[in-house]
């Protein structure tokens, strides 16, 4: 529609009339895109008078049709907002303009495009003369609740895989003017997450997708990456302006469609939170050892491993300093395994993840469903692994024994004489902790997968032919064993307690902890010594190097002696009706035979499980020890800032340095860098549980290091894993960290996870809430021996339950449920 030069949006022009800002408008308009309402004077309207009566009075007529004001007057030249040069901030724009002042106004802006600076702007950005007098945009305003600015492409990294949103409470002109500073979003431009920006800003995450969405939009509208103003009214988002980014961007990369998945929902029990480089390091090569020899036990042939070295080397990967599984390498190593193409499913279950892979995904690993003779050939090498691990089962007793017995070898030296010894020797000790033990993992990896199968086999046995009560019977065998080593430290922390009994002011004194007092009570002072020998090392996160262990703080478990000496001496798990398999099999004499010898095989499998992995504790100390040792020495030469910036090293970076293969001896920024990095992790949330990523592994993943959180979770109820029976009704505390939180007597502890570092917690609670966790984890062994209800594998419990508020547990029935 036009009237004379008065040209309204809906007007197909080109920029030669309308100018590069109109006449992208228009199309965009044209297209789809929610713009304000506005008109277009053209420049050939204008004279040194101004605009004469008959165009003021189209214009005013022209404004009635768009709408009611404010409005808005903003240039129009052929060239500006062109792919080679913005002409930004060199032509005037009014705000706020009541009708009648709008054709005074456009005058204004018309002349703003005759000034010398805009001549001078041409002139240093290489353009040929002063350039025509600009058109002039009449825009209604948008009664704005934040406004600001989006960048399809980052114009200061370069980077086409990311959009830069700045936005600001009210108006945007202030912040386009660069005369205020606005809150800036990071977005990725694939998946949407938020890469950055700030916490409770002006934008919801409902606002940056739309904004997301309307600026890939917008840049695929106008086939090229584009610098957009926006605006949010109380409804609406509103596109104001659309012009091409000026500055050089890098190339476009080469679409790579290869997925890549990591998963954490199983090794966040071993490595929670933020995990060191030292300590990923560590675990990588302790992986891909062990994982190795354990397809060498089931009979894969040397050559199948070699040529699947990539994949034992990255079964672990860290991702914003969290470790995760690389589940595809995973399920490659699987499907190394004899029978994977006829018990896929059984194999899967081994992982422990949260959910399978997709099947489109799983369906390309490893071979196809065998058929025909092929079937014949995988049944066959099924029962060969079966008749190896019948061996291995037959004389694991032995295996057991030597592995004890090479560890107790290696682990004789007092870890004391670590600290006296040059770096080279430091160097050979590592090694031979790795030859003697990394490389021979046998005893651990046989009885965890015979435990794996026994466990089971016999929950299955006993739910079959006894139904509820016989997985009820079945939880009580395997995790109410008292010969558990990770039983004990709660067992000798309820004796330290009673041996306060009666000493108030020592009680108080370790509830702060401090141990002063302990010199002159001989028999405590011996008993939490003797803990200590044993138990130092079993310290909250204890797979982690950077870990501190008892030994340096013991005042954790100060604060549990004291708070178990509040604990009344009862068991709540004994006070339930106590059924056994007598009772479950009564009158069925063979079936009470076959249960007892399958679930007493199966709980001795589960108790050296435990056991065993209290083995790799020590171990995983001995190394701590070790490095720490290592870092004084590179403090006392120079070679890093601190002892501790030991743990922002990685392991081939500590001996390449000590034996010679490293690529650069300036440790020191190395580790000052990665110290960094943490920081930064650590002020951001924990990336999902599940990540997928296309293309290069890493290259996708800092799109799940995102700010956003969830909706919030209001029902009321939720059931889980029931661990250790018995309801309890309380005060809900979530902990996030046990060393720096603490639990009032008779809360429920509500955890991510736990480990026998969270023994100073446990020791106050009622009940236990674990959004991670199985029937065999920590949290279960724990709370059936301190007799308190227990619930694991909660999802989402930490921002689900609020710290403070009143709840019940259910034990038995693995229910939770919010009370406030």
Not at 453 to 466: I, N, P, Q, V
Request: net charge negative; aromatic share 6%.
């Amino acid at each position: 529609m036009t009237s004379g030069p008065i040209l309204h949006m809906d007007a197909a022009v080109g920029v030669e009339r309308v100018g590069g800002k109109a006449a992208a408008l228009m199309r965009l308009s044209a297209k789809g895109f929610n713009v304000p309402n506005f008109l277009v004077v053209e420049p050939s309207a204008f004279s040194a008078k101004g605009l004469s009566r008959m165009t003021r009075e189209s214009l005013l007529e022209g404004l009635h049709k768009i709408g009611s004001g404010p409005y808005a007057a903003r240039s129009s030249a052929v060239e500006e907002d062109g792919a080679g040069h913005s002409h930004a901030g060199q032509f005037l724009s009014v705000l706020n303009l009541k009708a009648d002042r709008v054709p005074a106004t456009c005058t204004k802006v018309w002349k703003s495009g005759l000034e010398d600076n805009v001549a001078t702007y041409r002139a240093s950005t290489g353009l040929n003369g002063a350039g025509d007098a600009p058109a002039v945009i009449v825009q209604q305003m948008v009664n704005a609740r934040c406004a600001g600015v989006a960048f399809t492409a980052d114009p200061v990294s370069g980077r086409r895989d990311q959009i830069v949103i700045s936005a600001t409470a009210g108006l945007g002109d202030k912040l386009v003017g660069g005369e205020q500073d606005g809150e800036t979003y990071l977005i990725d431009k694939q998946t949407g997450a938020v890469l950055d920006g700030p916490e409770g800003g002006v934008l919801s995450f409902e606002d940056l997708e739309q904004l997301t969405e309307l600026a890939k939009a917008a840049e695929q509208a106008c086939e090229g990456p584009q610098d957009i103003e926006w605006a949010f009214d109380d409804a609406e988002l509103y596109l104001l302006q659309s012009r091409p980014i000026t500055t050089p961007l890098r190339p476009h990369p080469i679409p790579d469609r290869d997925i890549t998945v990591f998963d954490n929902s199983n090794i966040i029990e071993s490595y929670p939170g933020l995990v060191s480089p030292l300590t990923y390091s560590f675990a990588q090569y302790a992986y891909s050892r062990v994982y190795r020899a354990f397809v060498r036990l089931v009979g894969v042939d040397e050559r199948s491993i070699a040529s699947n070295a990539a994949v034992f080397d990255n079964m672990l990967a860290r991702i914003d300093g969290r470790v995760y599984y690389n589940l595809i390498n995973w399920y490659r190593a699987l499907a190394l395994l004899p029978g994977f193409s006829i018990n896929r499913s059984h194999m899967e279950t081994m992982m422990g993840v949260g959910e399978p892979l997709p099947e489109t995904i799983a369906a390309g690993i490893g071979p196809p469903p065998a058929k025909g003779f092929g079937l014949i050939k995988e049944w066959a090498k099924v029962a060969g692994v079966g008749a190896r691990l019948a061996y291995e089962a037959f004389r694991l007793d032995r295996t057991v024994k030597q592995f004890y017995g090479r560890l107790n070898t290696a682990l004789a030296e007092p870890a004391a004489t670590l600290d006296d010894m040059p770096l080279t020797q430091l160097a050979a000790e590592y090694r031979r902790i790795e030859a003697d033990l990394l490389d021979r993992w046998d005893a651990p990896l046989v009885n965890d997968f015979l435990c794996m199968m026994a466990f089971g086999g016999s929950r299955k046995l006993l739910e079959r032919w006894a139904g509820q009560p016989g997985l009820e019977v079945h939880n009580d065998i395997m995790v109410g064993q008292g010969d558990i080593v990770s039983a004990e430290p709660a067992q000798r922390i309820r004796h330290m307690g009673r041996l306060l009994d009666g000493n108030e002011a020592l009680r108080q004194q370790l509830a702060e902890g401090d141990g002063s007092g302990l010199a002159e009570h001989d028999e405590l002072s011996k008993a939490i010594q003797d803990y200590l020998d044993r138990f130092a090392d079993r310290c909250t996160e204890e797979l982690k190097l950077e870990s501190v262990t008892l030994d340096r703080d013991p005042a954790p478990l100060y604060r549990a002696v004291a708070a178990a000496s509040l604990q009344q001496d009862h068991n709540a798990h004994d006070a339930q009706p106590h059924v056994d398999l007598n009772d479950l099999f009564k009158g069925r004499p063979l079936r009470r035979a076959i249960a007892k010898t399958f679930v007493e095989w199966a709980k001795k499998r589960v108790r050296d499980r435990e056991n065993l992995r209290f083995e790799r504790t020590r171990i995983f100390g001995r190394a701590r020890h070790l490095f720490r040792a290592v870092g004084r020495q590179f403090y006392a030469r120079g070679v890093i800032e601190a002892p501790d910036d030991i743990f922002n090293l990685t392991v081939p970076e500590v001996l390449g340095y000590i034996e010679g293969f490293t690529v650069s001896p300036n440790l020191a920024e190395v580790a000052a860098m990665r110290k960094r990095e943490m920081e930064h992790s650590s002020q951001r949330p924990d990336p999902d549980e599940r990540l997928m990523v296309e293309g290069a592994a890493l290259a996708g993943t800092a799109a799940f290091v995102s700010r956003t959180s969830a909706p919030e979770d209001t029902s009321a109820l939720k059931t889980a894993t029931g661990c250790a029976p018995g309801c309890v009704t309380a005060t809900a505390r979530v902990i996030r960290d046990p060393r720096t939180q603490s639990l009032e007597h008779g809360d429920i502890l509500v955890a991510r996870h736990t480990d026998p570092g969270w023994i100073a917690v446990f020791s106050n609670a009622s009940a236990i809430v674990v959004e991670r966790g199985s029937l065999l984890s920590h949290s279960a062994i724990v709370a059936r021996e301190l007799g308190i209800p227990c619930v694991v594998g909660l999802k989402g419990a930490m921002d689900w339950i609020k710290d403070g508020e009143t709840i019940e547990v259910d034990g038995a029935a693995g229910t939770v449920k919010r009370l406030s």
